[in-house]
């Protein structure tokens, strides 16, 4: 579907930049940020993650316990992500121009794949 992961980050940090933007805030730049040398500690594990992740992660969580013996995938989250309409995911899809429902149904076909193999 022309997905490309790498892009995701980016894509991403510009809808974090122009949410910033759009409440008179001007983002600080990147290569600041990285050469601050933050002593922050880096956030760990799904649930320490933002609202939309940890929604992405149920929901994925949900599919993978109703469908088959295949356990939790990638394809899982991918496809979880792709049915949010709301919140920064569903942004940086658009972004990146990437169709939520055909990225939606090519995770279903993986995990349907997967599925089948199991």
């Known amino acids: 579907v022309g997905a490309d992961p790498d892009r995701l980050q980016a894509a991403i940090e510009a809808q974090h930049a122009d949410a910033l933007r759009r409440i008179g805030i001007e983002p600080p730049d990147a290569a600041l940020v990285a050469a601050s040398g933050s002593d922050l500690p880096a956030a760990a594990g799904a649930f320490r993650s933002n609202a939309s992740a940890r929604s ?3 929901e994925a969580s949900t ?10 995938l ?10 949010m309409e709301h919140g920064t995911p569903s942004r940086a899809l658009t972004e990146m121009g990437i169709d939520r429902a055909a990225l939606a149904a090519a995770a279903r076909e993986e995990i349907s794949a997967h599925e089948d193999a199991a």
Do not use: D, N
């Open 56 to 58: 992405a992660f149920q």
């Open 63 to 72: 599919m993978a316990r109703s469908g088959g013996s295949c356990g939790l």
């Open 74 to 83: 990638g394809a899982h989250v991918v496809a979880a992500v792709a049915k």
